[in-house]
């Protein structure tokens, strides 16, 4: 069986790993398989991991901290749906513990090194999750995303990371890292992928999630036309990584097809420090409340010192920075009628495995510039890869848009990913069907099987 | 001027009123009013009173706290679309000092009695507003609303009191209670009455409020059916008022015209006692915060015993308490997909001002027990009267709705109020018109002028 194949070739000290699954889980999965239509499955045989934050039935949830590990009753809900659409998982990925972290080096089971370079760092929290997309054991793999934990490792390994509205994918069974605007997040080699793999996992039930309204529109507001898209004034990124070179090309071709406006990131940067400054954080420790009484010393220590910040924020603060960011929310509302889609850089840099170990709080924070603020505006973004820097690191841009415009996004990366010549991940041959991008994801063919032998 | 003489008859010493307007500022709204096309305007020369938590241009804001006090430089939003309308403000109404009572005695402007039995409370905490109307003096005013101080006033004073969905009603220019769940309530002698001025009062802006977004439903679910009707399953009233006959009394006649089921209120009662025992009084904290640091005396003590609760919390505390609403916000839409309308007695009883005097804080909580939860769970509701109890105080019920049902419940009412034989108000002898609550509010001819003769 070709499962077994692939999952024999598994190596278990891979750090993008946490868990290979064990033969009689695999096994359990192909019977119940075996029962069904499989022509009737989308996802009939693919393989693919999630991040060891989302819950397995009967596999460990670490959240990459052994000591608060904890075998999971019930599947997340999102496995749920992806393994009755016929999808088979093989392992649960390395991620920043606690999905505290931007780096992928924050965690007992190692670091995970880019797929490009392994001096570099793969970005994180999503990092096991993505590499295993990059180097092609598997074609999709899901993740979380926070404050660009599903956007920063798909940049760093030149593949797609999407993330969906806050609110639109069910969250039941996945360990929350700020409860109130985690999304899980997809992981593919190409866009069309992952927005087969969005449609699955997306429908709300009543009885499971929170009762948060999210649109589902097709398209953006100007009907059939080419979206408005915005950039920011005045980028700032890595020069000597050829980061800034790489933005100002993928712009260049973009201003060649759309309409495109300079937008002043004041506003966005604002939110962005409200994360990062801001009583949040306190959903962080919420998590791990009861580890940090018992047993702080089993916390990894960049992670604990940023979680215990939590300790001094007051009700009061928490309610005025609620409002600052219902605020700067209402303010970015202008921004939001002037353009449809945001582009930026995926990240503006990528430090090595090393600078990061000498500072690790500030490198992680530089990460975060164009992801922080998405998720508490209630925005969607897909991350996609650009192009290939001097410095020979992928680097990627993320298409950003108001809630509920994610299957809108997903088009309009499709149209941008037609002009891409880039192998996909890391230099894997399959490339995209010429016509694939010009059908609405949902209704085209999956790539899956393609990506699968790429 | 009828209007001049309507404010000379005004007791500068009633202590439902903190501010009469001064004739120059009559004078000038007069001045503005000559300048309009006088049919045009739907509400033409109707004088209105306002809680003195409402900034309007030119006049002090007290907020029932003289040291607090400030001259508000812009018109509440509000108060601009009423004068915009044709109406002419004629006073500022006393309160529970910074909106925190619902007994309309902590106040240094006086306690606002009963307007049927001076020994009893007015209710608050819009106990000005609610007294002005319950008498005559004006057909409408504003009041505000975070744990029920739109509706219990209207409740024990016999008129109509209609709180709308948070977030339809545009904020600027309000004092805040609980910014998060504040609304600006409307009282008037009328259930049509309430819905023309709401009508006005309710567009939003995208520049001045927050954005929320607010369905407008025209009827309930079932398109041109009665509503499903729910009431408590086991309502503790007070029976030696007469409060258990007078509901029992109501719920009677309410069954032999709509299908009635009986509500569990386990999952209400808990969202109440969040608000009550919950971080959320740190919102009051941070309006009140200059003053309490600068000259704490000046707060009336029971207030200040109140509010200060706030530096107990923490914001961990807060994003648990947050996450307990979220959570049993979703566990009551099951309870919104059996019926359409909740209605409850608007007070379960109605103290005397000496009981009140005697353990301040337990008897307001008692008060609240049917008003809390409405709009930390995002509902709309409007009070009405019932009947006059045998203790000969009015005796009121409310209609509560999901979210956006502001304009059905406001039918509902006045479907409701077409069979109630009470006089209005403090026994004034308007009657409504027979087919006035046959027709849509919106499109129903004010009743204001009766009203205000009556």
Sequence with gaps: DLIFKLISGLDPHDPALILVCPDWFVEAQLQQLEKSDH???????????????????????????????????????VVDRLMQAGAILIGKTNLDQFATGLVGTRSPFGAVPNTFDARYISGGSSSGSASMVARGIVPFSLGTDT????????????????????????????????????????????????GT????????????????????????????????????????????????????????????????????????????????????????????????????????PTVKKVIEKALQFDAITTFKKQYELEDLKRQTQAIWREI?????????????????????????????????????????????????????????????????????????????EKDNTLLLGKNLRSKLPQDQALNHPLAARPTMEIAVVG
Tied chains: 1, 2.
């Design 39 to 77: 022509h009737a499955l989308p996802l009939y045989g693919v393989p693919f991991v999630v991040k060891d934050n989302i819950d397995v039935a009967g596999l460990a949830t670490t959240a990459a901290c052994p000591e608060f590990a904890y075998i999971a009753k019930e599947n997340a809900q």
């Design 340 to 416: 449809d889609v945001l582009v930026v850089p995926t990240t503006p840099t990528c430090p090595t495995l090393e600078a990061v170990a000498k500072d690790p709080i500030l490198r992680n924070s530089e990460l975060g510039a164009y992801t922080n603020f998405v998720n508490l505006l209630g925005l969607c973004a897909i991350a996609i890869p650009a192009s290939m820097s001097d410095s020979g690191l992928p680097f990627g841009i993320t298409l950003i848009a108001p809630h509920g415009y994610d299957h809108a996004l997903v088009k309009l990366a499709s149209f941008l």
């Design 147 to 194: 404050a660009g934990s599903g956007r920063i490792p798909a940049g760093l390994n030149n593949i797609v990371g999407l993330k969906a509205t806050p609110g639109k994918v069910p969250m039941k069974g996945v360990l929350p890292a700020c409860k109130t605007i985690d999304v899980v997040s997809i992981f593919s080699l190409t866009v069309a992928d992952a």
């Design 197 to 300: 793999v969005l449609s699955i996992i997306e429908e709300l039930d009543d009885t499971n999630t929170p009762p948060r309204f999210v649109h589902q529109n097709a398209w953006f507001r100007n009907g059939e036309g080419l979206p408005k898209l915005g950039i920011p004034a005045n980028p700032l990124l890595n020069q000597e990584l050829g980061y800034q070179k790489a933005f100002e090309h993928s712009m260049t071709e973009i201003k060649q097809q759309f309409s495109v406006t300079p937008i002043n990131m004041t506003l966005f940067d604002q939110v962005a420090q409200l994360l990062y400054e801001g009583p949040w954080v306190a959903e962080r420790f919420i998590t791990i409340e009861k580890l940090y009484q018992s047993n702080p010393d089993a916390i990894d």
